[in-house]
């Protein structure tokens, strides 16, 4: 079982601080890149939701600040049969009554 703790020493003090973040990725993105989404958010314990829009894919995600920074990481690169080729990142409002994270209709 793996630790999701963002204190690594004083360098990594303030990782633990809540975020919530709307992204949106561009490019060959669609049903394998959510799924890949959606394993990386669960092993991360973030919070929020996903859609595939076709050449765009939402998320809402929340969680703690160096987590969610992770999941934007792993999510710019990608898996193998996907190239995004732009996004965005921006902070939003916290939604209420988040259970885990989910995939969405766009």
């Known amino acids: 079982?793996?630790?999701?703790?963002?204190?690594?020493?004083?360098?990594?003090?303030?990782?633990?601080?809540?975020?919530?973040?709307?992204?949106?990725?561009?490019?060959?993105?669609?049903g394998a890149f959510v799924s890949f989404a959606l394993e990386r958010a669960r092993r991360l314990n973030l919070r929020g939701w996903i859609a595939d829009g076709g050449n765009r894919v939402t998320a809402h995600v929340e969680g703690a600040e160096a987590l969610v920074g992770a999941f934007e990481m792993a999510l710019c690169l990608g898996p193998v049969d996907a190239n995004v080729r732009d996004w965005t990142c921006a902070e939003t409002f916290h939604e209420r009554d988040l259970d885990g994270f989910r995939a969405r209709q766009a």
């Open 1 to 30: 079982m793996t630790s999701n703790s963002v204190e690594s020493g004083s360098f990594g003090r303030g990782g633990d601080r809540p975020a919530a973040v709307r992204m949106e990725f561009f490019g060959v993105v669609g």
